[in-house]
């Protein structure tokens, strides 16, 4: 009757250690799906973040005024986006040329989510004091 005994016993050792294996590997599973979730849930930001900024420039390329050199507003209300314009760098670091370097970024809950570096064309103050002297 002993080893009747002892037999169950290593049975039954198994079976926990099979369950234990089973549960690890189904966490494991359960954890990679939701870490993929969340990654396809920030590039599918990204990818509405991008769409938003090239239509924001796009825009003002059409309307044909100068880019702002620094500016934020509203991308998209139902994605909570929003956008914010910032000069990079100073006049003075791009000596002897007429244009600001200027970081276009979108914004998602108070994080950055992605951006691109714009180089606007400064206004040539000599060129607008010659076009205020003609008169059409």
């Not at 049975?11 to 099979?18: F, P, Q, Y």
């Not at 799906?33 to 059409?62: C, N, P």
Request: aromatic share 6%; net charge neutral; proline share 3%.
């Amino acid at each position: 009757m002993n080893q009747r005994f002892l037999k169950s016993g290593v049975t039954l050792i198994e079976v926990v250690a099979s369950l234990f294996l089973c549960g690890l590997l189904f966490s494991v599973v359960i954890g990679g799906f939701t870490r993929h979730r969340q990654q396809m849930k920030q590039a599918q930001l990204i990818l509405e973040s991008t769409r938003e900024l090239d239509l924001l420039v796009a825009g003002w390329y059409q309307q044909g005024t100068r880019l702002p050199l620094s500016g934020s507003g509203v991308l998209n209300v139902e994605a909570q986006l929003t956008w914010k314009l910032t000069p990079t760098a100073t006049e003075a670091e791009l000596t002897g040329q007429q244009i600001q370097k200027c970081r276009l970024s979108s914004w998602h809950e108070g994080k950055e989510v992605c951006g691109i570096e714009l180089l606007v064309e400064l206004p040539d103050e000599s060129k607008d004091r010659r076009d205020r002297g003609r008169t059409p």
